[in-house]
Each structure stands twice: as structure tokens, then as C-alpha cells.
């Protein structure tokens, strides 16, 4: 499977330390920054960068991202900008919520909250968030397609 990665300097180690798992579990790991940490760095350009290319790709060959900030809100906001991207928030607590947005909100983009979570915690979001699939009942395919329809 394909995975992108993006990160600014909040969420830099955690990053690495998750592209490395990724990649040790067999993965594709595309990183789309950043490559180096430079404190005071802004997020929006690299959460673009990996919202673009799952655009990109959910017509073809569908893929997903894990991106990293502070809270992961505000790259989450970046990345539900695109065409055909469905990002959550994961910053702690249950994982119920990453379950439930890939089952019925057939989310793509994982988006990390790297100052409220530990690196055992992030494994775990990212093992249930691509081991989830989407349910495919058919309220939640219809909403999809609403979402799809609201943000042409």
C-alpha cells in the first residue's frame, strides 16, 4: 500500500519514527516533508503535498497519509481541502474515532496530534487506521457521495 508522510517540525520525530515502522511493516512510505527539522517551520506546505498526491490517486489507486503537527488539527484542516481527501484528527484517547471515520466516513488521511500522543499510542492509530476499511453500507457510500457533490 501505498502511505504518504508529512510533518513540520511538532510533529518531526514521530514522523520518522513511523515512516521507519511503516516501512519495516512493508509499506510504500512517500515523504512529503519535512525532510530535515527546522524549528518554526509552517505545516501548510507539506500537508498539501501529501493531500494532493492522495487526491491524486483516489480515482486510480486509491492511497492514504499520515501527516503530523502540534495537534493535528490545523494540517487536517489543510488537507480536507483537496478533491476526494477525508482527513481525522487523532490526538489521543480511544481510537474509536479513527475505527468509526474509516468504517463510515471512508477517511484517508491520518492526522496526528504528535504533542498529545506517545509513539506506542501513534503505532497503535496507524495499525486500526489501515487496518479499518470502509463498511460500504449504503447511507454511508450515499454520504460520501454528498461530501463529494458539496465540495466540487
Known amino acids: 500500500m501505498k502511505i504518504y508522510v508529512a510533518t513540520d517540525h511538532a510533529g518531526f520525530e514521530l ?5 521507519t515502522y511503516l516501512e519495516e511493516k512493508g509499506h510504500e512510505v512517500y515523504d512529503c516533508g519535512a525532510l530535515t527539522l527546522e524549528h518554526g517551520d509552517d505545516y501548510p506546505e507539506y500537508m498539501a ?3 494532493e498526491k492522495v487526491s491524486e490517486d483516489a480515482l486510480h489507486a486509491p492511497s492514504n497519509a499520515i501527516i503530523f503537527g502540534g495537534s493535528g488539527v490545523g494540517e487536517a484542516v489543510v488537507a480536507n ?3 476526494h ?68
Do not use: C, M
Open 15 to 19: 514522523k520518522e519514527q513511523i515512516k
Open 49 to 51: 503535498r501529501a493531500a
Open 81 to 83: 481541502r483537496f478533491a
Open 85 to 152: 481527501v477525508r482527513a481525522v484528527v487523532y490526538a489521543g484517547g480511544p481510537l474509536d474515532v479513527i475505527k468509526v471515520s474509516r468504517e463510515h466516513n471512508d477517511t484517508n488521511i491520518l492526522s496526528i496530534g504528535a504533542r498529545f500522543v506517545t509513539l506506542n499510542e501513534a503505532k497503535q492509530a496507524v495499525d486500526l487506521f489501515l487496518g479499518t476499511q470502509f463498511s460500504h453500507d449504503e447511507r454511508h457510500a450515499d454520504r460520501i457521495i454528498q461530501i463529494e457533490e458539496v465540495t466540487k
